[in-house]
């Protein structure tokens, strides 16, 4: 009873006081050192509900033990009143603002919301006192970081809701928590021109948090192995994660350099974030909303269960949900996790929270995913705090050797298929790499080439294309547009990394000048990553002769149309004008008749024509063609006439001679194009032929016990998928 009459003798005083001033009674702001106003809280029995305004409410303490946890209240001080600074002068910018629109959960996916870490804690049925200044609307009040809804999960590991929100008004607020939990401040969205304001708390726990850059290691480490309360945000600049103590007293017993160490983990981590949302356009301090970077953090919460039966949920306005696993834990705060860039079952939900529907390139999720790890592996590696580039989850420097190959090869790739060939042949590692290596490498031309600062030319890009809602864009649309801005001609190094261009793209890239360097060959990982990099010799870069205005015509030797058009979608149909659309994976076919005995007949008599009128003549050096599929052609005969003014029709009434000769030569592994030079230097000429005399290169003969390959004619199919012509860039 003794202790009773003096908890109502100081909370008598206290009301005394603050009717006086409030200022005066508050002490100083601190995130941890609560130096006065300790009140010490010890009930008479933990059997009791108290029900006057400061009693204890020990109605759920059982709950509370299970989770969140207890704070022991014979150990652990309370303190009476303490200042927090809150800076509410940030702008909040929502993923309207900042132009991310989401392709699922529009609902309930949102930018960093803003949530004020305070470093307090309530305690169990506690109640708390806050005191909000005049003037000071739009604040609410959170007691326990998890808000996951277990109501309709069917093991309950802990209660199905341990959080509590209050709305705070300026004056005196109470609040009350029948299972405690740590402090935080909400923000209303839209509240503007506020200012650091001060809220004082009365009847709080000062938590163990962590803040990076401020937080004495030696004294944090004291604090989590003498407080009881259980959980503590881990507060960096961009990131704050939101854990256990005990688990926090686990690393410190496991290594005692472990506070230093997390303290460079989270840096890591704030770096990870920097560079995710600097590379798509923001920066920090920029007043455009759809550039400013987040001034909150992304918060990084842990819980025992999830509403979703998994251990990883976006599906949260406040943050991103984890359940308290090893391994979850590992990837936030051990150093050697984030340093070798083992994140990925954390950074993948991050990345998918706020993952734009549009992109710059084709398959946008791994390219916005994996600049910011390769740009966090440099880091590290240039910082001295791991010893090489590291492999980034994908196992990048096994598999860089063989994208390097590919791309230093001699023909023009085709990238879909020929990637694909390529590594399961050669490297049959994760292809992720031959996606992020040419963005690496034009960064890296951006720095030593031209004097600006690596990623420039991607960052703004992608504000271009945040801010214009651009949905579906494509690789090239994001080449053509680098090669506006370098004003250069990227064509060398789209083809050495198999991009299909198309004529008219090609034509307007050939505005600007050639790239005169081999950048498809610069080795990021390398101590010099330009030792191989030499000049690209402009002067006999072969330049594609646009093929808009070509007509073209196949015939069989009777003159018959020659083209298979046994189906019935007309999309499949093989016509003869596929062989000039630019297209790579289309072909034009010989006839073929309708199928019978799962064969179809190839009845046509070789030889077989295409005819070709380029519309004006043109000075050229040679052509390029590309291979069909496994019934293939085996050569072809390049031809062209002197004549002028006659139909395609009329070919066998013109007089013809050879110009080039094509064989199927080319790498089994690549359906690749071939560049071949005509047999006497350069040709003036407006009208070509091809003549298919040969059998083609499908050799299912030798393996045909019924022999129904030759009874169909299948050896005389032609199949090609692109032909064209090409002058040298310095002729």
Known sequence: MKYFMNKIAASFLWGTVMSASWVLAGCEASDFDFDDGWDVNRADSSAVTVDTIQGIDVSMYEKARLFPGLVDTLTEHRIADTLVALDLSRTYAGMEDLCLKRLSFADKEEAPQPIYSTGLYAGTGELVTIYVPEGVWGLTVQIGMQTEDLTNNNAGLREPIVYIQKALYPGKNTVRSSLGGYIWILRDRNTQELSETEIKFCGVYAAPDFVVGETDKAEWEKKIRTTTVPWLDIRGKHVTFSVERSRMEMYLTADPAFAGKMEQAVMLWDELVY??????????GNSRLSEMMPQFTDRFIFDTQLSVNDTRSIDNLQGIMFVKTSGLYDAMVVLDSIAHQQVFNVYDKFVERYHPTYSLLSDSYKETTFVPIYRLAEHTWKQGI???????GIGF???KSWALAFAASDTVK??????TTWWDKNAKCNNRILGLLPLVQIAKYESRYRQEEEWTAYRKLWTKFREGNVFGSSDLSFYSDLCEYFGVDLTPFLEHWGYTIEDARRSEMAKYPLLDKEI??????????YRNVTDYDVANHPVRVDRNEWEILAL?????TNEDTEYNNETDKLYVGKLIDGDPYTYWSSYLSPWENNYQDSPRSLPYYVIIDMGKSQTIDGFYYANGDVRCVSSFKVQ???ASGF??????QQTWHDIGQASQTLASALKNERFVGFDKGKVSARYLRLVFEERNLYRQAETDSLGLFEKYHQYRQQKLSEFGTYYKKGN
């Not at 010893?387 to 980034?392: F, I, K, N, R, V």
């Not at 085709?414 to 990637?419: A, V």
């Not at 069989?556 to 018959?560: L, R």
């Open 386 to 392: 791991s010893s090489g580039l590291g492999d980034m």
């Open 647 to 652: 139909a395609l029709q009329e070919h066998a």
């Open 414 to 419: 085709y990238r879909s298929k020929d990637l």
């Open 556 to 560: 069989d030797s009777a003159g018959n």
């Open 640 to 642: 062209t006439t002197d």
């Open 397 to 399: 420097n096994q598999a």
């Open 520 to 529: 498809w060959k610069i080795d990021p990982s390398a101590d010099d990553p």
């Open 275 to 284: 560079y995710y949302y600097h590379s798509l356009g923001m920066s920090e």
